[in-house]
């Protein structure tokens, strides 16, 4: 097949990291006799440095006439980078949320799991890590407080900010079937998570959802309050298949639980729309600290691009490919330095991608 | 001294647990020669089978005029209780709501800490738990996405669904005030939680903060994203002192920060106005599954009820015998059954009562 894939490797880490995941790309093209074209944009710092804007309409279309975008990690240090003297929404990651709406990309899924090998680093007891854990949350991603109206006005001579959370019936609807959708490929429970004795977007959320479940009957679904949810991911992460849920508190438990894995480093991320077309990257941030250093873990991108192939391009035999060459090089112990442990071999951005091509 | 003491022993394990704190204030009145006047109210779901009401005017004008409120704990199971076949805001938690705005307790403090004899129930790893941790989430109570206007209207044939952020300058000037000098009091650290990168209330929330912490030089100010928070609250809790945070987000927060302790039902929480009035509550909920069963902890309560003593009365002296109290007997063993291991003592909730007052 022939596949036309934007690029946006971003800063910080993006770009050392994306690097490697298009050495993995290749690798598979070549052996599974693919064609990727590979289309660079700029978004974030690096296209505010280059245009003065975190992202073009150019760039915007450009991404729209391919057929996936892969994504490397976007913004810089908040308190020294220059960028955060910017307006907000001139700064990098406007760019993000720019891309996000223009490009439809309502549903995000953020998979969250323990990787057995890894569990030493998972912040929880043992007790807890040996029963491993492997959800998914599945995050609205284009409406709710991200996107609806913003106002700082004054009022009786103080500034006063409103924010407002807005969702209709349908825009709940198309992310709730996604969440059953991957439920019934899954271990079919929904946790459905939300505000519902405080909101009325919650109210709704929850009457959609519960409308969504009849259309699933094998999916057992259980209404759980945000509260309560940030609770219960410490207390019992196992509980958990799919977490369904809007965008802001989507944003806090997706990363909760990417902390709960004790592994960041190594959990990609999809962001779709109701056809094929989608964005990927890892979980984690651009890190601008280890940025340039060769020193990143690339996992997480190499996955997002496994993801890709999956997702977008229905190349299941490759996804899995890739996702069975970095199990067995962690197996073999190799690591980066943000999950190496004594015993372990330490290995390099680049190091890690050219072993997981070679076990490819 | 003379008080009055408004009591609001709610539903579930609230009555029993109350009973115990109670219990304990008496004990303090006789050994401190102070009076203590009590007046039951109801709220919640006993208020809405007394009443049809969570919470009635009569009900708020004698919190009113009382010194102080303590509050056991309201609502029932959310899928089998009746209660929750009402309309939201006729529903339990609404007249928790209602007596936030009605007494304008705009500040919420919720200490969060590990308990050193306790550490063994925490669900973090002992190389964290090792550390210990200690530290009081300071949360906006009567703005934000709670109290703005709450819609749901028809909309091109379908239902949309709008809840508003709303926070004023001098709303957030109050709370950021009260956090500082709790800061003042304690580790002198202030992390201001918002997400600036998304919304006009959080950047209102950092401007009027930053403007805030001039007044305190002494303490140091960080600023980190709700979605960070979240992360750190599992990876190092070591690291907050005071949490200053609005209405949702010190929500989730909060609640993640009492799990993380492992010892949710050793918590208690003070809502507070600019005087000293306040209403005092333990963290947990009203547990209606063991309710009526004497088993409930009640520490949580009488540390509640510790906290009226020390911040609604200004007596320190008695606040600390309390504490000290139920520090002697969780050092010499005596458990109710959610801290019980084995070679505790395991004892019931009008026992633990009973050894508190006994210790003092
Ligand atoms: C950068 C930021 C705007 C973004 C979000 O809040 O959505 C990020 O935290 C994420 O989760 O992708
Ligand atoms: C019961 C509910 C409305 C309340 C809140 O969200 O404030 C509770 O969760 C709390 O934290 O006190």
Redesign the interface.
């Known amino acids: 097949m022939e596949k036309n894939i934007t690029v946006i490797k971003g800063d910080g880490i993006g770009p050392e990291v994306v690097n490697e995941a298009i050495k993995v790309l290749d690798a598979v093209a070549k052996k599974y006799h693919h064609t990727f074209h590979y289309t660079d944009i700029l978004m974030g710092g690096c296209s505010i440095d280059a245009y003065g804007v975190p992202l073009t309409d150019e760039a915007i279309a450009t991404a729209q006439s391919g057929d996936a975008v892969l994504l490397g990690s976007i913004g810089g240090n908040t308190t020294t980078s220059p960028w955060y003297k910017l307006p ?1 929404d001139h ?1 990098p ?1 406007a760019g993000l ?1 720019k891309i996000r709406k223009a490009l439809g990309l309502f549903a995000n899924l953020r998979p969250a799991y323990l990787y057995p090998e890894l569990a030493e680093a ?5 007790s ?1 890590s040996a029963k491993g854990f492997d959800m998914v949350i599945v995050r609205e991603l284009t409406g709710g ?2 996107f ?1 109206e ?3 006005k004054e ?1 009786n001579g ?13 825009e709940i609807r198309r992310i709730a079937k996604r969440g059953f959708e991957i439920a019934m490929k899954r271990r079919k429970k929904v946790t459905s998570v939300d ?7 919650s ?2 959320w929850r009457k959609v959802v519960s409308e969504v479940a009849q259309d699933y009957p094998e999916v057992e679904v259980e209404n759980m309050l ?3 949810a ?2 219960q ?3 019992d992460p196992a509980q958990f298949d799919v977490v369904l849920t809007e965008n ?2 989507g ?6 639980a ?3 894995t004790g592994s960041i480093g190594m959990l990609a991320s999809a962001s779709l729309r109701a056809d094929s077309f989608g964005m990927y990257e890892p979980s984690g941030g651009s890190a601008p600290d280890i940025a340039g250093k060769n020193i990143a873990n690339p996992i997480a991108q190499i996955l997002s691009a496994a993801m890709m192939l999956r997702y977008s391009f229905n190349m299941d035999e490759e996804a899995d490919a890739i996702e069975a060459a970095i199990k067995q090089v962690i197996a073999e112990g190799y690591r980066t330095f943000d999950i190496y442990k004594e015993g372990n071999h330490k290995v390099s951005t680049s190091e890690m991608g050219d072993l997981i091509v070679n076990r490819l």
């Open positions: 907000p700064r990651e949320l998972c912040p929880l007891k043992e807890t407080l991200y609806g913003h106002t700082t009022i103080e500034l006063v900010a409103h924010d407002n959370l807005v969702y209709s019936e349908s505000k519902a004795n405080v909101l009325d977007s109210r709704l945000v509260d309560n940030a609770m991911l410490v207390k802001m508190f944003d806090i438990l997706s990363d909760e990417s902390m709960v």
